[in-house]
């Protein structure tokens, strides 16, 4: 809706007085402006009259990634205009050698320009489709798998040798408190926490463990059980049916397996209506209906468990 400025009330004394206040008004809008975008995308450096600009800069970091990982932020900024501008230098070496008119640069510029239009496109369609509707609906699907699982919460005492074990088990049957021995004669990594191993499925620990957990009680402390990591004793604290976790906590991997997956529809579709001959195989005009998909559209369901435990 177009904005009407209200008439003055009285007269020509009261016009001018509007006039006056909207002229400030004007002009304090405009003090307070944001910056131009030019303001906001600087020359950073000029090489031989070339510009390079923060937007640059940024892209070039993208692009860099993994290699500026472990970069101080001054540091990684100084590194990546360097790159840029030693980039500029020998962009402009490369033209002045015709580079650009060989058959071998036009193939590869040819292939970068559809990796890059088809990075784009996927990036588009993966974000319109993952909505907060979209997340939870994974996410009650996921949840509804989940629940109900029973889950032991339970420590345990890793010792090397079976009589190592068994003076474990003895010093419990004398009184000894299960966590503070964890913590003096487990070698496990989590024995500085009391042998805790937090809440799991029988899934997530080796079967020798699972099968001795989930048939103890709550309170009950195992005989020694042997496994491929040595000999353990098992104190159960709690039993519970499995809940499947808060959507914030699997929020992120949903998310990606949304867009993932949305990819993925979008390149399906897409190849059900185009003409793909392939001259490597006996059929030579034959649909593509094929399900491979390409490593940046692959399905990938949403972790709502802890990784497997040892």
Same mark, same amino acid.
């Given at each position: &809706?177009?904005? !009407?400025?209200?008439?003055?009330? *009285? $007269?020509?004394?009261?016009?001018?007085?509007?006039?006056? &206040?909207?002229?400030?008004?004007?002009?304090?809008?405009?003090?307070?402006?944001?910056?131009?975008?030019?303001?906001?995308?600087?020359?950073?450096?000029? !090489?031989?009259?070339?510009?390079?600009?923060?937007?640059?800069?940024?892209?070039?970091?993208?692009?860099?990634?993994?290699?500026?990982?472990?970069?101080?932020?001054?540091?990684?900024?100084?590194?990546?205009?360097?790159?840029?501008?030693?980039?500029?230098?020998?962009?402009?070496?490369?033209?002045?050698?015709?580079?650009?008119?060989?058959?071998?640069?036009?193939?590869?510029?040819?292939?970068?320009?559809?990796?890059?239009? &088809?990075?784009?496109?996927?990036?588009?369609? $993966?974000?319109?489709?993952?909505?907060?509707?979209?997340?939870?609906?994974?996410?009650?699907?996921?949840?509804?798998?989940?629940?109900?699982?029973?889950?032991?919460?339970?420590? #345990?005492?890793?010792?090397?040798?079976?009589?190592?074990?068994? %003076?474990?088990?003895?010093?419990?049957?004398?009184?000894?408190?299960?966590?503070?021995?964890?913590?003096?004669?487990?070698?496990?990594?989590?024995?500085?926490?009391? $042998?805790?191993?937090?809440?799991?499925?029988?899934? %997530?620990?080796?079967?020798?463990?699972?099968?001795?957990?989930?048939?103890?009680?709550?309170?009950?402390? *195992?005989?020694?059980?042997?496994?491929?990591?040595?000999? #353990?004793?098992?104190?159960?604290?709690?039993?519970?049916?499995?809940?499947?976790?808060?959507?914030? %906590?699997?929020?992120?991997?949903?998310?990606?397996?949304?867009?993932?997956?949305?990819?993925?529809?979008?390149?399906?579709?897409?190849?059900?209506?185009?003409?793909?001959?392939?001259?490597? %195989?006996?059929?030579?005009?034959?649909?593509?209906?094929?399900?491979?998909?390409?490593?940046?559209?692959?399905?990938?369901?949403?972790?709502?468990?802890?990784?497997?435990?040892?």
């Amino acid at each position: &809706m177009t904005a !009407v400025s209200p008439e003055p009330k *009285s $007269g020509l004394r009261s016009g001018l007085g509007w006039a006056a &206040m909207t002229g400030a008004l004007a002009m304090a809008l405009l003090a307070g402006s944001p910056v131009s975008a030019q303001d906001a995308n600087p020359v950073l450096a000029k !090489v031989n009259g070339a510009e390079i600009r923060q937007s640059d800069v940024a892209l070039a970091e993208e692009e860099l990634g993994p290699s500026l990982a472990q970069m101080d932020p001054a540091t990684k900024k100084d590194n990546v205009l360097a790159f840029l501008i030693d980039m500029k230098i020998v962009a402009k070496a490369a033209e002045d050698k015709k580079i650009a008119d060989r058959d071998d640069f036009k193939t590869r510029l040819a292939f970068a320009r559809n990796r890059l239009l &088809m990075d784009n496109l996927l990036s588009v369609e $993966g974000k319109a489709a993952t909505t907060d509707e979209a997340m939870k609906k994974v996410y009650e699907e996921a949840s509804k798998q989940i629940t109900g699982e029973q889950e032991v919460h339970a420590r #345990h005492i890793l010792v090397e040798t079976e009589a190592d074990a068994k %003076q474990v088990a003895e010093d419990l049957k004398k009184g000894a408190d299960f966590a503070e021995l964890a913590k003096k004669k487990s070698k496990d990594p989590g024995a500085s926490d009391g $042998g805790d191993l937090g809440f799991f499925t029988k899934e %997530q620990m080796v079967p020798e463990f699972s099968a001795v957990a989930f048939a103890l009680e709550p309170g009950k402390i *195992s005989d020694p059980v042997k496994s491929q990591f040595g000999w #353990h004793v098992i104190k159960v604290e709690e039993k519970r049916a499995r809940k499947a976790p808060d959507f914030d %906590q699997v929020k992120a991997q949903i998310e990606t397996y949304v867009t993932r997956k949305a990819q993925a529809d979008y390149v399906a579709k897409l190849r059900e209506s185009a003409k793909v001959e392939r001259m490597d %195989q006996a059929a030579a005009e034959t649909p593509a209906k094929s399900d491979a998909k390409p490593d940046a559209a692959k399905d990938a369901k949403p972790e709502a468990t802890p990784a497997k435990k040892k």
